[in-house]
């Protein structure tokens, strides 16, 4: 009995006597959140923590050496266990938080082939006591069930320096958008699709006796038109055992296969009438209908398959579609940040990972919590360490962040300029949206800016400077001259054709953009493969070092897509500028530039 009784009081000690140091902590509750008071000390949680990586410096200067070209090493891409050496956590770091765990009566689990993702499942008032937490239950009118949350959390001293993320802590979830706004979402979708279907006919019927250019310069643009514009071959890849499209896809989102036909039998019926895209479910995805809240995005997972294998010819696509968050999964209600994580675990894991990854999603920067943001930034530097391409949609807000944030109060006349994650991460290349041709212009909704997470990286020390040179000295726009500029290049994204629900139309925006730029990528890869190079991996300092290879666009101010066009933003300019990047590629160049090396 004496040692049941020391044994609980030195539990106890382990729980509420070690010194605490304040890790994360805010102020407020977002907009729309309301406590309902504490959480119950008896519920159980489960807690993830994001370890610090044994030597995320050198993967940085490693990665540097093998991107940048004319270096020795360059294109020398590591493999997957090379990436894991930097990017697992040390011994000390495992052993401070092992040690914690244990004098707990605390398992952890491991949730990622790095090991830098433990999880603990403790009860709300060992937690509480544990990292000096105040864990309440928060509710919002848009999200489906209470979440628990604290407004500050500490670490005990022994993990501090060790343990960079903890979720979730003080970082709320991005609320989906209300039913009303759904509404509205719906309707703006249905009135594109009846404004273009006439206008998609008579193209049709135009086309068909007439063997004139492909592009109507009133759009909306076709695969073929693409091709002539940028010079993109429509002959079958050869190489498709070492290169590949992968299509990422969140929320349990995946493409309506019927769409998909439709639109490869409207568009591309030059090619294999079979063709179609391979479906990889992962974090218990199915294949379950979505939700009216999330119908809306099955638009973004046909139009980033219909892209990619309309304009990839004889490419591989593969679809990851993440499951929605489960019960259990504390994580859940940060949406989108926990699914990147859960996409970025899966990639970390395959010993022959797809050439190119894109990503049409892109919330705000400072939807993400710093320490989140980084680990997430950091996990795709390992990535493109091991030769992927990641591509992401620099959104389409302009300088205003993503596209649904026109209901914030004042945003369209704020100077304060907003930027998207994962655009701004260093290690990705963000895709502009350009439209029209003759001469090729940005469009006014094209994400572009200047991170205030992210530093400058060397790669575009130049282009940046010399654009921050060209503004006016009384420019008014607010933000981060010393900050990750993006986006990094562009591609058409103003009027392109796609099948959604049935029926075929023309719409605009990023989440084009970054899909048909990867196709252009895995084209090139096919050709560095059939001449045994490797293929492109990272491909920002490479980008940067061959401007020359892509067209310099111009004209174009990027207000954002709900904000008129005298809203204060950036305007294209020569060279690299935070709309276009720099700028629109011309393939064959990019071939001889990509062959050279």
């Known amino acids: 009995m004496l040692l049941n009784t020391l044994a609980q009081l030195a539990l106890l000690c382990a729980v509420s006597c070690s010194p605490l140091v304040t890790h994360e ?161 719906q309707l703006r979708y249905r009135r594109m699709l009846e404004s273009s279907r006439t206008r998609i006919d008579k193209r049709k019927r135009a086309s068909s006796n007439s063997s004139s250019s492909s592009c109507d310069p009133k759009g909306p643009y076709s695969p073929k038109c693409l091709q002539e514009m940028y010079g993109i071959p429509s002959t079958p890849a050869t190489q498709q055992n070492n290169n590949s499209i992968m299509v990422t896809g969140y929320f349990n989102i995946y493409p309506n296969e019927t769409d998909v036909q439709t639109f490869m039998e409207q568009f591309r019926p030059d090619i294999t009438p079979n063709t179609t895209y391979d479906l990889v479910q992962i974090a218990n995805a199915t294949n379950d209908p979505p939700t009216a809240e999330l119908k809306t995005l099955q638009l973004e997972a046909d139009l980033d398959v219909e892209w990619t294998l309309g304009l990839a010819t004889g490419v591989p696509v593969h679809f990851l579609s993440v499951g929605l968050p489960s019960e259990n999964d504390t994580a859940d209600g940060d949406g989108l940040a926990s699914s990147l994580l859960k996409a970025n675990f899966y990639l970390e894991g395959l010993d022959n990972p797809p050439s190119v990854v894109t990503t049409s999603y892109g919330p705000m920067e400072r939807d993400f919590e710093e320490g989140m943001a980084r680990k997430i930034c950091n996990s795709y530097m390992g990535l493109g360490a091991r030769g992927i391409s990641l591509l992401f949609g620099s959104g389409d807000g302009g300088v205003r962040g993503s596209h649904d944030n026109s209901s914030i109060p004042g945003l369209c006349e704020s100077h304060d300029f907003l930027t998207v994650f994962p655009a701004s991460c260093p290690w990705v290349t963000a895709v502009g949206a350009t439209s029209s041709f003759s001469p090729e212009v940005a469009t006014n909704l094209t994400g572009g800016g200047f991170s205030y997470v992210f530093p400058r990286p060397w790669y575009q020390d130049s282009a940046a400077e010399t654009f921050l040179k060209s503004l006016p000295s009384d420019f008014p726009g607010n933000f981060n001259k010393s900050g990750r500029a993006y986006p990094d290049v562009s591609i058409q994204g103003g009027n392109l054709d796609y099948t959604y629900n049935g029926t075929t139309g023309g719409m605009g925006g990023t989440s084009f953009s970054s899909p048909i730029f990867a196709s252009v990528v895995a084209l090139i890869n096919d050709r560095l493969v059939a001449e045994g190079k490797p293929v492109l991996g990272f491909l920002n300092p490479w980008v940067y070092a061959n401007a020359d290879a892509f067209t310099d666009i111009t004209k174009g101010h990027n207000s954002g897509f709900k904000c008129p066009t005298s809203s204060v933003a950036f305007n294209a300019t020569d060279g690299w500028d935070p709309l276009t990047g720099v700028d629109s590629p011309i393939f064959d160049k990019l071939l001889t530039a990509a062959m050279d090396c």
């Open 25 to 185: 902590t805010r102020r407020d509750v977002p907009p729309g959140f309301t406590s309902k008071g504490p959480a119950p000390e008896s519920d159980s949680l489960t807690m993830q923590f994001g370890l610090a990586a044994r030597d995320v410096s050198g993967l940085e200067e490693k990665l540097k050496a093998i991107s940048t070209p004319g270096r020795p090493d360059f294109r020398k891409w590591l493999s997957k266990e090379e990436v894991k050496s930097y990017m697992q956590p040390s011994n000390e770091t495992l052993d401070a938080f092992n040690s914690l765990a244990s004098a707990n009566g605390l398992t952890p689990t491991v949730l990622s082939p790095h090991g830098d993702w433990l999880s603990l499942t403790l009860r709300v008032g060992t937690a509480n006591k544990l990292f000096g937490a105040d864990y309440q239950i928060f509710t919002h009118e848009s999200l489906p069930q209470p979440i628990i949350r604290t407004l500050s959390i500490s670490l005990p001293t022994e993990l501090a320096g060790h343990v960079e993320v903890v979720y979730p802590s003080t970082s709320f979830p991005i609320p989906p958008a209300s039913s009303a706004q759904q509404q509205q979402q």
